[in-house]
C-alpha cells in the first residue's frame, strides 16, 4: 500500500504529525502473513514504482530468513 498523503485518509493512524506518505509492505511466509515493512516520510508524495518494487524484494528476501 501506498500512501502518497496521509491526511487523505479517513482511517490513517499516525504514529508522528510529521509523517505525511507512507509506503507498506507485506511479508508472507508459506502463504501466511509474518511481518510487514512500514515505511514514514515526511515529504508528500516520496514514493514511487521503483521503491515499491524494492521493497516488495526486500519482502521476499525477510521472508525466507524468518
Do not use: R, T, W
Request: charged residues 35%; aromatic residues 10%; proline residues 3%.
Amino acid at each position: 500500500m501506498v500512501i502518497q498523503d496521509v491526511l487523505k485518509e479517513d482511517n490513517y493512524l499516525a504514529c508522528s504529525l510529521k509523517v505525511k506518505a507512507e509506503i507498506v509492505v507485506p511479508i508472507f511466509k508459506n502463504g501466511e502473513f509474518v511481518a510487514e515493512l512500514d515505511i514514514d516520510s515526511h515529504e508528500l508524495s516520496p514514493f514511487g514504482k521503483k521503491d515499491k518494487e524494492f521493497l516488495e524484494k526486500v519482502a521476499e528476501i525477510v521472508a525466507e530468513i524468518f
